[in-house]
């Protein structure tokens, strides 16, 4: 195992210390070690006691950038409607503000990172279900995990305030060698069993679809996405860690994530990015437009390239690269996609995909990307405003952080959000989960709500129900 030099911490602490009390005001400390590898998720694990309720876990799809984050060193949270993407960037650089980071690494993820994201809709009507999340949420963490390029790196993050001594410091450094220490010991922990499963209201929701479709049919709104719920119950406390390496079994092609929140956890597997920014390269995704899986190869095909020509789902697809072409063209100068979409196959679904890439201008972050790119018509609906006004109306699910932007940034301005679709609530021993679908004016209410339980899939096996 890698030693840490113990005596810079408190060197450095001591400096953050002195300046902390020279501006009257905390003070962030941060550094970064290159360490051996560390298993990812023997790291979630081993905050299991300890930071539990305060843990995140991240990872892409090729597993380019893996980050997991335990116990909290600040929360950027706000339930502000207006303005919220400029509010947690403007909290995030006072954050940062003369803050010490000691690292020196050119690798992404590193040193302060905070990770969270945002409500799907902060004017919707929140009930009890997401009553542990504001609608901005953020944590920055204070013992980080990177494995970025298949390097290993620990950050911790400290915030220093005038009154503090060289005692914080002793205490972070046996803090963080007994997690260290604890993460060769072993996990074990019996999976809650499912009990029931409760569709909430199935028909009134194919009925609003229904509706929705006359709507489409002459109106101004060209697409809405419309959501449902599966709420689970078990005979026994549901653990983030269980479904966690479930779903890194069963669904590694997709983004990971965990973020926990005031004793609930938001936990999926989702195959959709919103948007990456790596310097000012700028990535985004068109998703939209589905099909089962074929029981054999060949059947497979079949679907596949009945999709890749479906009229409906081209046109449900077509809206959203529209969308994500003029949202991205407002803060980049090129922008680059095929003409086509291809297919993207995930476990139990398939998707026309269409992959974007843009050269963003300088002064445009993150942040403001994923202000102007959400809701996308994958999630939301076109025209986007409209769309979303009609989901508040006639949608009965609370959607709170699902379909909505879910991800991380570095001090750097490098991140990346994904969207945080096939997905659930855990909620002690009971579990929401959470499918949408995108309505056209040619969509059939039966096949919508096939759709959607399908999109249930993925999240209702990594819970023990499939
Ligand atoms: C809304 C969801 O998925 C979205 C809707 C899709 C569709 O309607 O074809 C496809 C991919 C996603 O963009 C979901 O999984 O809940
Ligand atoms: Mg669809």
């Known amino acids: 195992m890698v030693t840490i030099q113990e005596t810079e911490l408190k060197e450095r602490g001591l400096l953050a210390v002195s300046s902390a009390r020279r501006l009257g005001r905390p003070i962030l400390m941060s550094e970064v070690h290159k360490m051996d590898t560390i298993d990812p998720l023997s790291f979630f694990n081993s905050g ?9 876990y991240w990872k892409d799809p090729s597993e380019e950038v893996v980050i997991i984050g335990l116990g909290l060193s600040k929360q950027i949270q706000s339930d502000q409607v207006t303005d919220r993407f400029f509010h947690v960037e403007e909290e995030w650089k006072k954050f940062l503000q003369d803050s010490l980071i000691f690292n020196p690494y050119k690798e992404n993820g590193l040193g302060p990172v905070m990770f969270g994201g945002f409500s799907f809709d902060p004017l919707k009507t929140k009930t009890t279900l ?14 980080m995990l990177t494995i970025v390029e298949n390097q290993t790196f620990l950050t911790t993050n400290i915030v220093c305030t ?12 046996k803090e963080r060698v007994q997690l260290l220490t604890s993460l060769e010991q072993d996990f074990d922990c019996k999976p809650a069993k499912l009990i029931a499963t409760k569709e909430i209201s199935p028909l009134q929701w194919k009925q609003s679809v229904d509706e929705l479709v006359k709507d489409l049919k002459d109106g101004s709104l060209k697409k809405v996405v419309l959501a449902r719920e599966l709420r689970l119950i078990f005979d026994n406390q549901v653990k983030a860690e269980v479904i966690l390496e479930n779903l890194y079994n069963q669904q590694r092609d997709s983004f990971l994530f965990v973020f926990e929140s005031n004793g609930d956890c938001f936990i999926g597997a989702t195959p959709e990015r919103l ?3 790596q310097g000012n390269d700028v990535f985004s995704t068109c998703l939209a437009g589905s099909i089962k899986r074929g029981k054999t190869e060949f059947e497979d095909e079949i679907l596949g390239q009945t999709l890749l020509n479906d009229q409906k789902n081209l046109i449900e697809h077509g ?3 529209e969308m994500i072409k003029e949202a991205l063209a407002e803060s980049c100068e090129e922008i680059i996609l095929p003409e086509k979409p291809q297919l993207m196959k995930i476990r139990d679904i398939q998707h026309l995909y269409t992959p974007v890439i843009g050269k963003c201008q300088k002064d445009a972050s993150l942040l403001l990307l994923v202000e102007r790119l ?3 018509p994958a999630l939301g609906g076109l025209p986007k405003q409209e769309a979303v006004e009609k989901i508040r109306q006639i949608e009965e699910l609370d959607r709170g952080f699902y379909a909505a932007p879910l991800g991380w940034v570095d001090y750097r301005g490098n991140g990346e959000f994904a969207v945080s679709i096939r997905s659930g609530l855990i909620q002690g021993m009971e579990a929401s989960l959470f499918a949408g679908c995108g309505v056209v004016s040619n969509s059939d209410s039966e096949s919508e709500y096939m759709e959607t339980s399908l999109k249930f899939s993925p999240m209702l096996r990594a819970l023990g129900g499939k």
């Open 275 to 277: 948007v990456k920014k």
């Open 319 to 321: 809206f959203v690269v």
């Open 374 to 376: 959400h809701p996308t």
């Open 48 to 56: 299991s006691e300890r930071y539990l309720g305060e843990r995140f």
């Open 162 to 173: 005038p009154n503090d001594d060289f005692t914080l410091f002793e205490k972070v450094i």
């Open 130 to 143: 997401w009553s542990k999340y504001a609608d901005s949420l953020f944590h920055i963490p204070k013992y």
